[in-house]
C-alpha cells in the first residue's frame, strides 16, 4: 500500500500543479505503475473506445487527458480546484462498463451515473474525507448535464443538479468535457461555446425558481481573518535544542477546515505574506476543500508565525511574530463581497481586529454579512500580547458583539467581557445587551455552557487524554456550525433537544482534536466523531 500511496500523493501534486498534469499520467502508464487497483481504474480506459464522430481523439484515456489539461489552465476558475481537478481526471470512469456497440454505434448510456460509484471507492483507497469524495462523486454524477439540457433530453435534471452543485461548477467541468476533445475546429469551438451559454442561461432561470433571494448562498461557512504558521512542539534535536514543527494555524481558518472536513463547503477571506508560508498556507486550505478566491498575497508583509509552547497538561501559551504580520494588512477594500453574499454562515474574530487596517476590514465585513442577512459567528478569542493593551481590546472585541448571532466564548473570555465568572449572569447580560440569540461557553474539559435565548444547559466533554489543545475550540465551532446547518433549521426553531445534540457533537470534536498535534493537522473526521459519542 506505500508504493500505492506514493503514487496517488504524486497525482495529487502533478494535477495541482502542472501546466499539463498528462504528461506526468501518460509517463506512469507507460511505466506500468498503474496496473494496480485502483489505479487500474484510469489505466482500463485506454481499452474503451468512443465514436470517432464525436471523440476524434480516440480512447476514452486520451479524451481524459485532453480534458485534465484543460481543467488544469481554469482551476483557478473553480471554488474548489482540487475537487475539480479530481472530477476532471475521474469524470469518465463509467465508461468502462457502460461502453457498448449496439447496431455498429458506440455507447456509454448512464456512464455518469455508473462513475459515481467507481470515483468513489477509487479515492475510498487512499482514505479521503467523505466530504471531499461526495463533492468528486457529485461533479462526476452531473457532467453531463451540460448535454441533456441543451438538448432538452428527458435525462436533464437541472433542479436536482442545482440541488448538490454551484452552476458555475458544473458549467465549468462540461467546458473542458467538451472542449477535451480532438480536431477542434473554430466551428466547433464556437458550437461548443453556444451550448456552455444556453446551459448557464437555463439554468440561470431554475436557479431563480429553486432559491430565490438565496440562490447564491454557494457557500455554507465564509470566515475572515488570520491564516498563519503556528510552529508547534516536536521534541529535541541530538544536541538537545529544541524542535518545533510547522503547521497551518489560524482561528477562522481552523474553523472552515473543521467544517470542510465534515463536508460543508466553505471560502475564506484573508492576507497572507508572498513568501514560502504564504504558498505553503494556500496549498493546505486548498487541500482541505475550502475555497480560496478571497486569500490575498502581499510584498509588504511576511506571513505570521506564532510559536506555540505547550504544559505538562498540553495547555498552550504563544510567542507570535507579526510585527507587522501579512494578515493585519487586509482592507475593506480587498474584501470579496460576494463570498459574503453568497454564504449562508460569515464566521470572524477578533485578532484579525488588533491592528488597523483589518480591523476595520473586519468589521465591515460583520456589517455586510448582517445587511445581507446571513447567520454571522463570532469568536473573540483573546490574545493578550497582540493587543496595545486590555482596555483596548475588550473596547474593540465588543464591537463586533452587535453583528453576532452565534458566539463562540471561553470562560475566561466572559470574565474578561462581563466582569463575571457566572456562566448564568455572564451569558444573560450577553444576551440581553445584544441580542445574540445562540451562545456557547467552552469550558475545556468539562464540557459547554450554553444559551439559546432564555434556554440555558450544560453539554459533559469527553474524556481523552490531551497532547496539545491547539485549535479544539476552532474545531468545537467548526462541529457545532456543522450540525445547526445540518439540520436545516432557524436559531428560533433550536429546541433543547436539538442544541444539546449539536453542542455534545461539537464537545467531541474538541475533545479529539487534541489528541493530536497542531491545529488543522489534528481535526478528526465524521467518522471518528461519531465513534466517540456512541461508546
Not at 490575498?296 to 498552550?316: C, M, P, S, W, Y
Not at 463570498?339 to 480591523?359: D, K, Q
Amino acid at each position: 500500500m506505500g508504493m500505492i500511496l506514493s503514487i496517488y500523493k504524486q497525482i495529487d501534486k502533478h494535477i495541482m500543479e502542472d501546466e499539463k498534469p498528462s504528461i506526468f499520467l501518460n509517463r506512469l502508464l507507460k511505466s506500468g505503475d498503474l496496473k494496480a487497483y485502483p489505479f487500474s481504474m484510469l489505466s482500463d480506459l485506454v481499452r474503451v473506445r468512443q465514436s470517432p464522430q464525436h471523440h476524434p481523439e480516440g480512447n476514452v484515456w486520451n479524451h481524459t487527458m485532453l480534458v485534465l489539461d484543460l481543467a488544469a489552465k481554469y482551476k483557478n476558475r473553480s471554488r474548489s480546484p482540487r475537487v475539480f481537478m479530481w472530477a476532471a481526471l475521474l469524470h469518465d470512469l463509467g465508461k468502462v462498463p457502460a461502453t457498448k456497440v449496439r447496431k455498429g454505434k458506440i455507447t456509454a448510456y448512464n456512464h455518469d451515473k455508473l462513475g459515481v460509484g467507481l470515483a468513489a471507492d477509487f479515492l475510498r483507497e487512499f482514505n479521503e474525507e467523505p466530504g471531499f469524495i461526495s463533492r468528486v462523486t457529485a461533479m462526476v454524477r452531473w457532467h453531463m448535464q451540460i448535454l441533456f439540457v441543451v438538448k432538452d433530453l428527458p435525462f436533464a435534471d437541472t433542479r436536482k443538479m442545482l440541488k448538490e452543485l454551484p452552476l458555475e461548477e458544473i458549467a465549468l467541468l462540461g467546458y473542458c468535457d467538451r472542449m477535451g476533445r480532438g480536431k477542434m475546429t473554430s466551428e466547433r469551438i464556437r458550437a461548443e461555446e453556444e451550448n456552455i451559454r444556453i446551459f448557464t442561461e437555463k439554468g440561470k432561470r431554475v436557479e431563480e425558481e429553486l432559491f430565490g433571494s438565496h440562490k447564491t448562498d454557494r457557500w455554507q461557512i465564509a470566515a475572515l481573518g488570520e491564516l498563519l504558521i503556528d510552529f508547534t512542539p516536536s521534541g529535541t534535536s541530538a544536541q538537545g535544542g529544541a524542535m518545533f514543527e510547522r503547521n497551518p494555524g489560524g482561528a477562522p481558518a481552523n474553523v472552515l477546515a473543521a467544517a470542510a472536513k465534515l463536508g460543508l463547503s466553505t471560502a475564506f477571506i484573508g492576507k497572507v505574506g508572498q513568501d514560502s508560508f504564504g504558498y505553503f498556507l494556500k496549498d493546505t486550505l486548498i487541500r482541505q476543500g475550502i475555497d480560496t478566491e478571497g486569500l490575498i498575497f502581499t510584498k509588504e508583509a511576511n506571513t505570521t508565525l506564532a510559536f506555540v509552547h505547550l504544559d505538562e497538561k498540553g495547555e498552550r501559551s504563544f510567542s507570535f511574530y507579526r510585527s507587522p504580520g501579512a494578515d493585519m494588512l487586509l482592507t475593506e477594500h480587498e474584501l470579496k463581497g460576494d463570498i459574503i453574499e453568497n454564504s449562508i454562515v460569515f464566521h470572524f474574530g477578533s485578532v484579525s481586529m488588533t491592528h488597523e487596517p483589518a480591523r476595520t476590514a473586519t468589521l465591515k465585513a460583520a456589517e455586510m454579512a448582517r445587511d445581507a442577512g446571513k447567520l454571522v459567528s463570532y469568536d473573540p478569542n483573546l490574545r493578550p500580547p497582540l493587543w496595545a493593551s486590555l482596555k483596548e481590546a475588550k473596547n474593540v472585541i465588543q464591537k463586533g458583539l452587535p453583528y453576532t448571532d452565534i458566539l463562540k466564548i471561553s470562560e475566561e473570555e466572559l470574565e474578561f467581557l462581563c466582569d463575571t465568572g457566572n456562566l448564568e449572569a455572564g451569558s444573560e447580560l450577553l444576551y440581553k445587551k445584544y441580542g445574540i440569540p445562540i451562545i456557547l461557553i467552552t469550558l475545556g474539559p468539562d464540557g459547554c455552557f450554553y444559551r439559546r435565548q432564555e434556554l440555558t444547559g450544560r453539554c459533559p466533554g469527553y474524556k481523552v487524554k490531551a497532547v496539545d489543545t491547539t485549535g479544539a475550540g476552532d474545531a468545537f465551532l467548526g462541529g457545532f456550525l456543522y450540525k445547526f446547518l445540518s439540520s436545516r433549521r432557524q436559531i428560533s426553531e433550536l429546541d433543547e433537544e436539538a442544541v444539546t445534540e449539536a453542542v455534545s457533537f461539537a464537545n467531541a470534536m474538541g475533545a479529539l482534536t487534541v489528541t493530536r498535534k497542531g491545529a488543522i493537522p489534528a481535526i478528526p473526521s465524521l467518522e471518528e466523531v461519531n465513534k466517540l459519542i456512541e461508546s
